[in-house]
């Protein structure tokens, strides 16, 4: 079978699933995605749509037979079902061994440390004394969160004293779920890379990402980051030897702290393609999802160096905004003719909920902030009632 | 109405059509196509497919009221149901005017030339009398052309001595299709700059292209063209000018030749993204694909600077191939990180027959064009009997 002839399922047909087909669809390969809503962002783009749940095991035992491979766009899948699969010899990427892995955050670590790969000290933890306990080791304020299931804050909750253990425990499931524990880093940066590996072998490492959250919610990747060379070495390195430690086939993100020293923690790894690497789609020749995609039906990965500074804005629903989304002030926002925005074609807009983004490229990275404020401020996603 | 609410109509379903599509689903546009072909290019990928013929009147209306804008990706459209359309109110761009002046090859060059835009000289002709007449005033060899339904060198004949005169009339058409003759332009190379014209009459125009052709298929596209800073300036003025005679909404691609005294001459204006413009999907911020899906729904233009050197080679079905398309070599082609391989996913392999191209970039045009002569020679679409 030639590399093009492949069919590939999709589990989850939001914007990273979206992006993927786009990318799929210029190499003319068939896409099935399994969502549950149908007029997820990926509806309209792929060949055929499995309208089921995440965790519907025949669903996804029936994409797999339709076939050749098989990825998601996010981790919070039944992992069991793809175990199984992936032992009765169907082809998973990243593998079921490597999401299973990171999937909890506390194994996640574990694998980490014990490849000498340095995160922000933790502990698991099982009761509210065992946390008073590690905040008498880490002091405070201190990170508690859920082992699984995490994103985008939720499933975080920083600890500010003792007092509030009680509170945290309890807005953390109450002890239904595995929770640990982390030191709170004194970061100066939050930077991100990106890097795949291919079914030989072949690792490609992106430029390093510059993310600056609000509200736990990613909001802003500047590349490059705004970091020594030094630094920027020692991440792009560590994102390497990462991509070595899990095996895994595929795009990776892994976050990372900068402390003050200029020590680089690693805070989580994602086997997907990242929000942290949509600056891609322009800032690279090969996008995030393409790389994706050519590494997952086994062709060799692309030229992933920047071609010029880029932004990524996040287009996020604003509090008190809910019903069927409308975008306001698209026209105002591409008189600026290096922006270029990005809709994921969700039908309701809702608190927090990941709308689209932005990107601005430019000659230097000052300009480029700068341009991408002004975007970011002229958009408006309504919602209407 | 917000620009992002419009519902595009498409005329034409080819490869055209689905990068169109490709570009509007970014921004979360709904898309309509009609085609005959229930596997064509962009059947996967648009919201809606009207299974028609192009000249199918009543299809067509049944598109315009569905949409709020419609447009086409090939000229050779029934017209008179578009201009019926666009005095009932219904938005169709570029305008059915323009198109109807440039569906007429002797119309279109009328135009040109009354608006002092040089062309090559030409004639209408009616008869093997006036060919012979034109003969003894053009010389030879002199191109005899169908006025109409042209592509590809299809409807072209090189009258190469007044003995073969009679062989041309009988290959066009015998005096069925209305014919002109032109004067054959010894030429250094073939150039096209591509334009676009927004709603509010913003024009922009991408750099200049150099075309290569091969049994009177584009082969090649290498930009920036090899031709004097002088001529640079001549071609995207002149492409301007285009813009502002047939004042149409949308992607114009303006082809001309370069003669030995380095004068311009228009040779063909299309009313739509171009061949040769494939390049600008990387070699651009701006695409012409994004460019016209812009244009059409009253967005602000893009920026559509080089990047960096680009090559663009055409992927063709090669004599004596037939059969259900299979693609050989494109695991060794993306062996370079530099080269990008688009499919349009035609099922079936024809002789000539456009089955994708390929695009690569780099620091020197040199380097390029080697790179792009390697993997066009690597890349084989195979007709499986």
Redesign the interface.
Known sequence: M????KKIGIIGGGQLG?MMI?EA????F?VITLDPSESCPSH????KQILASFDDKKAIRTMAEKVDVMTYEFEHINVDILKELENEGYTIYPTAKSLEIIQNKYNQKVTLLNNNIAVPEFQSVKSIEDIQKAGHQFSYPMMLKTCTGGYDGKGNYVIENEESIKESYKQLGNGTLPLMVEKFVDLKKEISVLACRGIDGEI?VYPVGENIHKDSILDETRVPASISMECTEKAMDMAHQVMEIFSGVGMFCVEMFVTQDDDILINEVAPRPHNSGHYTI?GC??SQFEQHI?AIT???????SL??PTVMRNIIGENGESGKA???G??KV??D?????????KEEVRPKRKM?HITV?GRTLDEVVKKAETAKNEIKVVGEK
């Open positions: 030639d590399n093009l002839s979206k786009l669809k210029r190499l003319g068939y309209s783009i792929s060949d490609s322009e020749f090969t050519r086994g062709l060799p990965l692309g030229d992933v071609r010029c409308n975008y306001e698209i026209d591409y008189k003719g290096n922006v270029k925005v990005h809709i994921y074609g689209g490229i």
